[in-house]
């Protein structure tokens, strides 16, 4: 069944390929994207002649995200699922990161995604169904050096879609997570750097290792062919296409050694959370409820 499907941050990396994929197997996709009639104005006309709705949003703009999700809605008379895919990344000591740096992350890959939900939540809560993807990390379960300030949004962001998977639940809408690992995207060509860079030098020779630490992990990447980033809006696919009620909250998507350990982490997580939840007699907020037909 063809869904109405919004994807932030569509004009590139996963996002593109999410939009493309869906595409190809009937869905109608609305491509968001900042810069339609200049610096994505390519892409933009690419994703219009396959077939996309394409929307100027910037979700660190709450006016550009209602205005935006608002035309959306009315064009196609409701949107059935939200692909949280816009995100920032970072590379570099996390001392050196300014609050302003910490804030103009947290705007793209924490609040932006609170403005769009915010923005489409009252339209699918009406309707009784719905479901939010929160397109996450690994890095959003363990922490890795050099990547602070994202390891953070992420985190965040992983225990934001937690809250809405329990408070939208009896409203018939879902709230999952995908966390990839590391892919060979143009996310890598973008990555935030502290803007303070006066205590370099009081960090002596280990101020080389973020870099070199980089450079390994892009020859890791090169070297393992099987980390396709297709694999991510493949598995965005599978989850739009399960039938709501047995969907996965967390979806790990990675071939790099990271991911199994993962799944198995968020085995007993999960295990943990219904063992809480049930003390309380709160577990039935897990398990998004499904209107009888």
Same mark, same amino acid.
């Given at each position: ?7 932030? #941050? ?14 190809? @197997?009937? +869905? ?11 610096? @994505? ?11 996309? +709705? ?19 809605? !009315?064009?196609?008379? #409701? ?29 793209? @890959? ?11 939540? /009252? ?10 993807? +929160? ?17 953070? !949004? ?14 939208? &639940? ?24 502290? &803007? ?27 070297? @393992? ?22 969907? /996965? ?24 959370? +219904? ?15 499904? /209107? &009888?037909?």
């Amino acid at each position: 069944m063809s869904k109405r499907i919004l994807i932030t #941050g569509a004009s590139a990396g996963f996002g593109k390929l999410t939009a493309d994929t869906l595409l190809a @197997n009937g +869905h109608q996709v609305v491509a968001s994207m900042r810069n339609v009639a200049s610096r @994505n104005q390519s892409v933009a006309e690419e994703l219009k002649q396959s077939g996309a +709705h394409v929307v100027e949003i910037d979700v660190t703009d709450e006016q550009s995200v209602n205005d935006g999700v608002a035309g959306v809605i !009315s064009a196609l008379g #409701g949107i059935d699922v939200v692909v949280n895919n816009a995100g920032l990344g970072v590379l570099g000591m996390q001392e050196f990161f300014t609050v302003a740096d910490f804030q103009k992350l947290f705007d793209v @890959n924490v609040f932006g995604v609170q403005r769009i939900n915010r923005a489409v939540l /009252p339209q699918m809560r009406s309707a009784g169904s719905g479901l939010l993807i +929160h397109v996450t990390s690994i890095l959003g379960r363990i922490t890795f050096p050099f990547y602070g300030p994202y390891n953070a !949004s992420k985190w965040a962001l992983e225990a934001m879609a937690e809250n809405y998977r329990t408070e939208l &639940s009896g409203f018939g809408v879902d709230s999952c997570v995908v966390e990839p690992g590391g892919y060979p995207t143009n996310f890598f060509g973008s990555l935030l750097q502290p &803007s303070d860079k006066s205590r370099e030098d009081s960090y002596g020779d280990f101020m080389q290792v973020p870099q070199q630490s980089f450079e390994g992990f892009e020859q890791a990447l090169a070297a @393992n062919p099987a980390q396709n980033p297709q694999d991510v809006a493949d598995a965005i696919l599978g989850l739009i296409q399960t039938p709501a009620g047995e969907r /996965p909250f967390r979806t790990v998507v990675d071939k790099m050694g990271m991911g199994d350990p993962i799944v198995g982490y968020n085995q007993q997580s999960s295990q943990v959370t +219904h063992g809480i939840y049930s003390a309380f007699g709160m577990e039935g907020m897990l398990q998004v409820q499904v /209107p &009888s037909e």
